[in-house]
């Protein structure tokens, strides 16, 4: 009689609910996209929700106090803060002061400082957006999903410091677009775009955004929310180009994930260009503390 072991076996969904030393859920994301669903919300409601969350008050007014959210005078409260960026960037703002919140330690399984990770966090934030503009891609999902698409790396690495004796430490990447997911793979069978998926479903992030992070380093594999997961995959694109220049990279993205990103070849330079300068503002202006 043989007795399968599969059940031991770690799969992502389980290394997310036995890792007590993760990140908390950002429950106040959650909260204000059901906040600003209301017909009538008003600044006050805004800024008592995003003061639950520990020290996230003053990273939304450093960032509202940016160039990338907004020009004119500087803020020095909260409720002035959700004036200057206003109802629809308020969700913008409060994802970034999360998300930095987040990646806000280095991870020694990868050997990246935390300014790395946040870096790559911005750039693929800032280009997912700015690809949905260009599409029926909700802009908010994509910029989401282009934030927390490394989360799964921060999953890791916690498990790494656990098992260092176990996996071969550092993880070395192999270029993109997989990245370090042949390491991860040969370790743990999963990658960090399945961690980080895991983690965004635990929490409670949409269908969207699970699907796209987890199916980013090959979105032509994603059962729904196709043209969301395209744009994540060429997003990240952009973020190798500028944040990893060492990496030797396709001189364009797949031509299908463009194509179904609604991406137009003649207009891709200019894109980028935008990109690149909306980027270097973001990359001075927004270092982690």
Known sequence: MTFSLS???TTPESLV???PDLPP???VLHRLQSLLAEEEVGLEQIATLVQLEPGLSAKVVRMANSTH???GAAVGNLVEAIQRVGMQGVQEVVTYAVASQLVGRP???YGLRAQDLWDRAVA???AASSLAERSTVNRAEAYTAGLMHGLGLVVIDRHAEKHSAAARLPFRSSGYPLDFAPAEAAWLEFSHAQAGAALLELWGFSDGVVTAVRHQLEPEEAPAHRQLAMILATARWARTLFCVPEEQIPELPDPTWLAE???EIGDFADWLRKVRIRFALASLELRLE
């Open 7 to 9: 059940f031991l076996r």
């Open 25 to 27: 859920a950002p429950r």
């Open 17 to 19: 609910r036995r890792m």
């Open 124 to 126: 693929c934030g800032i």
């Open 69 to 71: 959210f907004g020009r």
């Open 261 to 263: 990103a609604e991406v």
């Open 107 to 109: 991870l020694r399984a």
